[in-house]
């Protein structure tokens, strides 16, 4: 099986080298940047391309793996037929890529993923999506090489999972960061943080993670909420953060609490 890929992005890296490891074929590497272009094709073994009309026909899976504003543009540039053709993205529809081929889907690696930091493919979860059987077959083939965590999902599920993704990683690392910038600001080691952080990741592995709620906010403690507030008056924008997040807990398990109550 050949492969072109669409992107020289995060994605498109590691999904590149994942696929080589599994020993396919890179054909092409398309970048609109022909640098960025070929530096991921000199580490596979393909082609850099930095322009679509060059994309070669002869490949039998074509990986758009580029920011979701751009799938459209780029697949309405390629000429497929019936070559699959698949996007990497957890936001959009799979039926974006309807008109371009008659073998279509969604490949969406469910990980934070980075160019810089090396990434174990076989632990990543691959969400997939299906226009037919035979691209069912061919890709589920595929993606069980690179990972064997694999789930079928439709485009809405896909859309939620995706939202609560971003929710659960990108907004936990935004708070790390204020924890980072506010504990260096007092000069203060943000280090004495992380055996906090990995504990509590460590936690959900086996618990709800509303049946581990700690904290001021879930005991309702009005007076240490004022302190910590106080504390932040230096960054309104930070107080905000804190203020609604400790309000919305506190409505939730308290709230809770006088549900259980009554029953």
């Known amino acids: 099986m050949e492969i072109v890929i669409l992107g020289s992005g995060n994605v498109a890296t590691h999904l590149a080298f994942a696929l080589k490891k599994a020993e396919y074929h890179i054909k092409q590497v398309y970048s609109r940047d022909i640098d960025h272009a070929k530096h991921l094709a000199d580490g596979i073994g393909a082609e850099p391309i930095d322009n679509l009309l060059y994309i070669t026909t002869e490949a039998d899976v074509y990986v758009i793996a ?49 160019k810089e930091v090396e990434l174990d493919f076989s632990k990543v979860p691959l969400i997939l999506e299906f226009s037919d059987q035979r691209t069912k077959e061919e890709i589920l083939n595929m993606a069980f ?9 439709n485009s809405e599920q896909r859309r939620c999972l995706h939202l609560a993704a971003v929710i659960a990683c990108n907004f936990s690392n935004y708070l790390y ?71 919305d807990i506190v409505r939730k398990y308290w709230k809770e609490d006088k549900q259980n109550e009554t029953k």
């Open 145 to 153: 090489k690179l990972s064997p965590i694999i789930h079928e999902y």
């Open 177 to 247: 960061a204020i924890a980072h910038d506010f504990l260096t600001e007092k000069k203060v080691d943000f280090d004495l943080l992380k055996p906090l952080i990995s504990e509590t990741a460590h936690k959900i592995q086996s618990h709800d993670p509303n049946a581990v709620q700690t904290g001021p906010a879930v005991r309702n403690d009005g007076n240490i909420i004022r302190k910590h507030l106080d504390l932040l008056k230096a960054h309104p924008n930070w107080q905000q953060v804190y203020e609604l997040i400790s309000e």
């Open 66 to 114: 580029v920011k979701d504003e751009a799938i459209l543009e780029v697949a309405s540039e390629l000429r497929l037929r019936n070559k699959i053709l698949l996007h990497t993205s957890g936001s959009t529809d799979m039926d974006v890529l309807k008109p371009f081929s008659s073998s279509y889907g969604v490949l969406y690696p469910l990980q934070t993923i980075s």
